[in-house]
């Protein structure tokens, strides 16, 4: 066989090769470079209207026991707000279901939802002293009536007690073991200002005129 054909043959086959290696090294780096696709997670459900307000009578619900549980122990508990003392506790006479809701809707990711929760409730608190001594040894407590509102905030899906307010609607005491309108003391009548000025009033001071 003459060496110029033997040479064209052994050329063809070089270029075969080379093309087949590069198409192999193709396909592999095409596998290994690609991304498997992530599998997406399940959708967590949508919290409907219900189910909101079922969520926040719970949490309401949850702080009136508290309040009932702990009222007991804090009759006897001195509250210190500068600079009086006093004793105070609080009784829901009602449960969560009997309560007032409103819940807004905000426009914010944050806080998507305010609720307004109001409940009636009493307080009982002693009047205020200066000393600390003296509230450790008052024993008798004035009762308030009347609806406390709470302000609650909706956010990362559990709801947040933000403030409340409460408004007595009437004030009470004991008296001779029976409960009474409290007597407001009068306040002392203030004299009205005098309209003269200040030498007429420097001279009546010297004079007594």
Same mark, same amino acid.
């Given at each position: 066989?003459?060496?110029?054909?033997?040479?064209?043959?052994?050329?063809?086959?070089?270029?075969?090769?080379?093309?087949?290696?590069?198409?192999?090294?193709?396909?592999?780096?095409?596998?290994?470079?690609?991304?498997?696709?992530?599998?997406?997670?399940?959708?967590?459900? =949508?919290?409907?209207?219900?189910?909101?307000? %079922?969520?926040?009578? /719970? !949490? $309401?619900? *949850?702080?009136? &026991?508290?309040?009932?549980?702990?009222?007991?122990?804090?009759?006897?508990?001195?509250?210190?707000?500068?600079?009086?003392?006093?004793? =105070?506790?609080?009784?829901?006479?009602?449960? %969560?279901?009997?309560? /007032? !809701? $409103?819940? *807004?809707?905000? &426009?914010?990711?944050?806080?998507?939802?305010?609720?307004?929760?109001?409940?009636?409730?009493?307080?009982?608190?002693?009047?205020?002293?200066?000393?600390?001594?003296?509230?450790?040894?008052?024993?008798?407590?004035?009762?308030?009536?009347?609806?406390?509102?709470?302000?609650?905030?909706?956010?990362?899906?559990?709801?947040?007690?933000?403030?409340?307010?409460?408004?007595?609607?009437?004030?009470?005491?004991?008296?001779?073991?029976?409960?009474?309108?409290?007597?407001?003391?009068?306040?002392?009548?203030?004299?009205?200002?005098?309209?003269?000025?200040?030498?007429?009033?420097?001279?009546?001071?010297?004079?007594?005129?």
């Amino acid at each position: 066989m003459p060496i110029t054909r033997v040479a064209g043959i052994l050329a063809v086959c070089l270029v075969a090769a080379s093309v087949c290696s590069c198409s192999i090294f193709r396909h592999g780096k095409s596998e290994a470079g690609a991304v498997a696709p992530v599998a997406a997670g399940p959708a967590s459900p =949508a919290v409907s209207d219900t189910d909101r307000e %079922a969520a926040l009578l /719970k !949490v $309401v619900q *949850q702080s009136i &026991d508290a309040a009932k549980r702990e009222g007991a122990g804090q009759r006897d508990s001195v509250i210190q707000r500068k600079p009086y003392f006093f004793k =105070a506790y609080d009784i829901y006479s009602g449960n %969560a279901e009997d309560a /007032k !809701v $409103v819940i *807004q809707e905000k &426009d914010s990711h944050s806080l998507p939802y305010i609720a307004d929760v109001t409940i009636e409730k009493q307080r009982f608190a002693t009047r205020l002293h200066r000393k600390r001594i003296d509230a450790e040894r008052d024993t008798s407590f004035l009762r308030e009536t009347g609806a406390e509102t709470v302000t609650y905030e909706y956010r990362n899906g559990k709801w947040q007690r933000a403030g409340s307010l409460f408004l007595a609607e009437k004030k009470e005491e004991q008296v001779n073991g029976e409960w009474a309108a409290v007597k407001e003391e009068p306040k002392p009548a203030m004299k009205p200002e005098s309209s003269r000025g200040w030498l007429s009033r420097a001279w009546s001071a010297i004079t007594g005129n």
